[in-house]
T-cell receptor
């Protein structure tokens, strides 16, 4: 596709349920990020994938959060046993990082998660 | 670790007035600098970027930013704002390990 695609765009779930959020990055982009944006808050870094390197998981808020990136392309963010404080917009972004490291980040429209 | 500081969480300004949104970063090595904008109920989009060369960078919608290496700053400016500039603005740094770091954002509220 032309841009970063995220699905679902909206997800309402009950507390305690598991959810999966999907991100299709721009084809050929080697770097992929997940961020969380809570109401009125800035961007909270969650996880970063770069090529075949081990992901940087330093931003994941708890062990209920996990993410994987299959085949260096599509990524899935999984939240287990959701809590109300998990309600937020989850943003995915990708970039093509060259040796000069000047890759611009392209963002998806986000997945809005509401935990009741 | 890299850090990006946007000291002003909110900036109210009247239409047609000038505005400066401040951004400072911590680094002693080369970085690439970006400003992103998020209009209400929309995704983030690139406003401008500094990679190398001239320290004054011009972006979309009349915005510009100046890279100041000695002060590790990359402040965003616009000489005359419009109501349509009301949005949240994020400063970002890409370090030499190809990882992005974002500031906490500045909400620009342009009043008529």
């Amino acid at each position: 596709g032309a841009g970063v695609s995220q699905s679902p765009s909206n997800k309402v779930t009950e507390k305690g349920k598991d959810v999966e959020l999907r991100c299709d990055p721009i084809s050929g982009h080697t770097a992929l990020y997940w961020y969380r944006q809570s109401l009125g808050q800035g961007l909270e870094f969650l996880i970063y994938f770069q090529g075949n390197s081990a992901p940087d998981k330093s931003g994941l808020p708890s062990d209920r959060f996990s993410a994987e990136r299959t085949g260096g392309s599509v990524s899935t963010l999984t939240i287990q046993r959701t809590q109300q404080e998990d309600s937020a917009v989850y943003l995915c972004a990708s970039s093509f990082t060259s040796g000069a490291g000047n890759g611009e980040l392209f963002f998806g429209e986000g997945s809005r998660l509401t935990v009741l | 670790a890299q850090s990006v500081t946007q000291l002003d969480s909110q900036v109210p300004v009247f239409e047609e007035a000038p505005v400066e949104l401040r951004c400072n970063y911590s680094s002693s090595v080369s970085v690439y600098l970006f400003w992103y904008v998020q209009y209400p109920n929309q995704g983030l989009q690139l406003l401008l970027k500094y990679l190398s060369g001239s320290t004054l960078v011009k972006g979309i919608n009349g915005f510009e930013a100046e890279f100041n290496k000695s002060q590790t700053s990359f402040h965003l400016r616009k000489p005359s704002v419009h109501i349509s500039d009301t949005a949240e603005y994020f400063c970002a740094v890409l370090n030499n390990f190809n990882k992005f770091y974002f500031g906490s954002g500045t909400k620009l509220n342009v009043k008529p």
